[in-house]
């Protein structure tokens, strides 16, 4: 990888979207002004409906423009010859692979096609850099499995292959992790931030999932209902522009960590006493879970005090002038819920 950090995505004054009805909807309603540079992950984000994949579209020459320019690595997906530019971008979109009887290795060679004559005959070098692709990310002991054999994280690895074994300097993702578990999500991601570092890349992914963005992403691409805020995640949390597009009544942003915060509703006070620092932690994630307001203060009706009981933790509940001990954290949940149905 070369050192040097260059711009490989310019979109200027962009506007696209979609005939309706005769006319025209933009789609975000606004002209786009965006650059990315080589050896960055970028996260799209934005509400459903915002404009995601309609813009990952339009930068892979895949859906047309109604006017502006997009340049990428030189080259305009509106004007260039499609193999040219094909060595120049690739895009994996969130279509589910239907493809029978084809294994791991015969799919990425696919992403070989730029490079291969007219017959689609392949050579010593193309079969080098296939192999390369399917090192890298983590999938050489599937290489010749059937796709449709494969489970979906392992699916995934083999896209992120093909699009390597295409080497372009830019690549697009659709939603990649949109029907992985959390651990596979992560891994994904983690592999896409790699391949940046390691190889130079420009690679944008469109996401929902903002936690993993906020960590793993060097920079957001936010779009919102009136602009496209470009930032590194830290500063998008600072300024409060994620906050003022996801907050909500139930929802909120912590500045401190990047996570989002669920807002209880509470409805009781309960004083909680006792315990380490991951066992009080929890006891009070349990007790605001079922709408218990937490407080040190020993002075309220109700007062729970972890204690520790022959090399085991219990949990003892003082309601007025009745005392219940519980074993587990579980049974004084139940015994709470059911208290607090009948107030």
């Known amino acids: 990888m070369t050192n040097e950090i260059k711009t490989t995505i ?4 962009l506007i696209t979207g979609y005939r309706v009805n005769g006319g025209f909807k933009a789609i975000p309603s606004f002209p786009l002004n965006i650059t990315a540079k080589s050896s960055e992950l970028i996260a799209l984000i934005g509400a459903n409906g915002s404009g995601k994949t309609t813009l990952l579209r339009t930068i892979a020459g895949l859906h047309p423009v109604k006017s502006g320019n997009i340049n990428i690595c ?3 997906p509106l004007k260039a010859n499609r193999l040219e530019f094909a060595k120049c971008l690739s895009i994996a979109t969130t279509e589910l692979l239907k493809i029978a009887y084809t294994s791991v290795t015969e799919f990425v060679l696919l992403g070989r096609y730029p490079y291969s004559n007219f017959f689609g005959k392949v050579n010593a070098k193309d079969l080098e850099i296939v192999n390369m692709a399917i090192e890298e990310t983590g999938i050489s002991f599937k ?20 699009t390597l074994a295409q080497d372009t300097q830019v690549i697009l993702f659709d939603e990649p992790t949109a029907f992985l578990d959390i651990r596979n999500k992560f891994e994904i991601l983690n592999l896409l931030k790699t391949l940046t570092s390691k190889f130079g890349k420009t690679i944008i992914f469109s996401t929902h999932d903002l936690t993993a963005a906020l960590h793993l992403a060097d920079k957001i691409w936010m779009i919102t209902s009136d602009c496209l805020i470009c930032k ?22 912590d500045k ?10 509470f409805y009781l006070h309960i004083g909680l006493s006792g315990g380490d620092g991951a066992l009080y932690n929890m006891t009070a994630n349990a007790l605001k879970r079922i709408g218990f307001e937490v407080t040190s203060n ?26 219940f001990v519980f074993n587990y954290l579980e049974d004084l949940i139940l015994h709470l819920k059911i208290i607090k149905q009948k107030t």
Do not use: C
Not at 232 to 253: K, M, R, T, V, W
């Open 10 to 13: 310019s979109v200027d004054e």
């Open 74 to 76: 030189g080259l305009s």
């Open 143 to 162: 290489k010749n499995e059937q796709m449709n054999h494969l489970s979906d994280g392992e699916r995934q690895r083999a896209v992120i292959a093909r």
């Open 232 to 253: 590194i995640p830290e500063q998008l949390i600072f300024d409060g522009d994620l906050a003022q597009e996801f907050n909500s009544d139930y929802l909120q942003i």
């Open 256 to 265: 401190s960590s990047g996570n989002f915060n669920f807002i209880y509703k």
């Open 298 to 323: 020993k002075n309220t009706t109700s007062n729970v005090i972890i204690e520790l009981k022959n090399n085991s933790y219990i949990w003892k509940l003082i309601q007025e002038n009745e005392i």
